[in-house]
């Protein structure tokens, strides 16, 4: 590393760097074509990303009380110590399965396992599809040898592709940033794009850094990273059954340990946070058929979850979005939203509604502002509604979308269709 780098990363200022999830030391990937949605037709469908040497791991997963096979086996290996290898699928939810999900997200394990000469609870498996549907086995354990045996790390975008489903693009980045005096990465993919909901949705992200840090702190930086990003984020409302966040750590940077309540401990949470929210802010830009992405800001609220209540009912509104989708400035309904949000204290008299800082309502009425003005900022791809509560000090944000009929559209027969095939 020069000069110039070495002091751009002192200022801890995140510098994009290539490879994507395997450019931390340490960390290879492979996917491959197993036809598991439709053999016809086949794509990269089925990854594996492997850390060289062992290492710390963090996970959140669906707060949905259905939760699919993989969930359920990759929740349980990661409770019992280091898991070093994650293994992913799309094209079939493995959800809603059965005993029959969880034998098969086992022996997806196991299979990755013999390969790469780990034990079955070293892996954690993921799923993403369709629901209800069985995993086709017979498609996908014949390629654990070639995963293993092309593992490389140059090209992290080779899991981005394998994991999507309805996403239009592959979502991965990798930063270097400094913790302490040394030089660490991290790498990172998601996939997503409906059924996206704050408790997370039908998404994936797997995070992968060279960093040396404690199980403890990992666990809580995961935790903190997750509240402030995927959780903060709703395309459609709905929250899926396998949604998962993994992060591993196998410390190969080489710096010193971190540990909570260091001055590193804050550094290393806010490089992991700005990596999943920029992830997370991918997830709303390409959700289905969307053509807005709005950031919704609850100020001056009396508590937190007032703060939050307001800012996620609107985010989830229905009448809200599709307003927004025709680019109709309507507050009216951002106002209804908020009056059933649940929050204990609001005032209706009391409430401004701004689109772009251009205010819309003011005490609860209309300010008087042209329509048309309001409307060139609805027009935009990009825009923020703020919603100052003017009860105290609390506020909240959540990034969410419109809806469109084209998303209706898009998700009006898939199950009826693979069941027909």
Partial sequence: MNTDDASRLAKDQPQPVSGGVVAPKGFRCHAVEAGIKDPAKPRLDLALIFSETPAACAATFTSNKVKAAP???????????????????????????????????????????????????????CSTGIIGLPLPMERITP????????LQSRDGDRVARAIMTSDTHPKSLAIEVMIGKTPVRFGATAKGAGMICPSMGTMFCFVTTDAAVSPDELKKATLCAVENSFNRISIDGDTSTNDTVIVLANGQAGNRRIESGTPTARQFRAALEHVMLTLAKMLVNDGERVTKFVTIR??????????????????????????????DPNWGRVMHAVGYSRAARLKEEMIDIY?????????????????????????????????DLNLGAADYHVYTSDLSQEYVEFNSQEYAIRVAK
């Fill in 71 to 125: 969930v359920r086996v990759s929740a349980e290996h990661i409770r019992r110590g280091k898991v070093q290898a994650i293994v992913a699928n799309s094209g079939n939810a493995n959800a809603c399965t059965g005993p029959r999900g969880i034998q098969d997200a086992k022996v997806m394990c196991a299979a990755a396992a013999r390969a790469l000469d780990l034990r079955p609870s070293q892996v954690a498996v």
């Fill in 143 to 150: 390629h654990f040898s070639a995963l293993a045996a092309g």
């Fill in 298 to 327: 609850v100020i001056r609220a009396a508590t937190h979850l007032d703060a939050r209540r307001v800012a996620e009912t609107v985010a989830n509104s229905m009448l809200v979005k599709c307003s927004w989708n025709g680019g």
């Fill in 355 to 387: 689109f772009d800082g251009l205010i819309a309502a003011r005490g609860g009425l209309y300010s008087g502002t042209p329509i048309s003005e309001l409307k060139k900022v609805t027009a935009k791809r990009d825009f923020t509604v703020t919603i």
